[in-house]
């Protein structure tokens, strides 16, 4: 049997509550990816070109994240949720999947969103891991039910 990790980056509990009923859905085990020096509400002011986040996504910086997933080896399948910013996902996103080695693991990606689709934080994302990995195509769960989630999961086949 496969063991499964919804690891997940959210600011304002849309991709955490999303997060969440994928992991019951598919009986995984849960991982936030948290940043070591966390967002204020300033940092993550997008109209703010001098702001935190403003600046991360066009420096393409990598902030450090606080703690780590314990046993990473263990896990087989790994979906990993963002809120999509400036058609991308977060940088933090980034420094979660270059910290572990997924050769041979399948990776999932989800997002939410105001508006922008996930194909291009997707694109970039899926560069960031092993040639072996195995990339499955992702899904942007904006508003969906709990029935709406499990019926996506069931169609993974996980």
């Given at each position: 049997m496969?063991?499964?990790?919804?690891a997940y980056?959210?600011?304002?509990?849309?991709?955490?509550?999303?997060?969440?009923?994928?992991?019951?859905?598919c009986g995984a085990d849960i991982y936030e990816i948290k940043p070591k020096v966390p967002y204020t509400e300033a940092d993550l002011d997008w109209k703010d070109k001098d702001s935190?986040?403003?600046?991360?996504?066009?420096?393409?910086?990598?902030?450090e994240i606080e703690g780590s997933v314990h046993n990473m080896a263990s896990y087989d399948k790994?979906?990993?949720g963002f809120p999509v910013w400036w058609?991308?996902?977060?940088?933090?996103v980034n420094?979660?999947?270059?910290?572990?080695?997924?050769?041979?693991?399948?990776?999932?990606?989800?997002?939410t969103s105001g508006g922008s689709d996930i194909?291009?934080?997707?694109?970039?994302?899926?560069?960031?891991?092993?040639?072996?990995?195995?990339?499955?195509d992702g899904k942007l769960l904006n508003g969906v039910s709990a029935a709406d989630i499990k019926a996506w999961v069931d169609s993974l086949g996980l």
């Open positions: 496969s063991k499964i990790l919804v980056f959210s600011c304002g509990g849309d991709t955490k509550r999303v997060a969440e009923e994928v992991a019951a859905a935190r986040t403003s600046v991360e996504m066009r420096a393409l910086s990598r902030p790994v979906l990993v058609y991308m996902a977060p940088m933090i420094t979660f999947l270059e910290s572990y080695d997924f050769s041979g693991k399948t990776i999932v990606p989800f997002a194909i291009k934080a997707e694109a970039v994302l899926k560069a960031r891991c092993a040639p072996d990995t195995e990339w499955l």
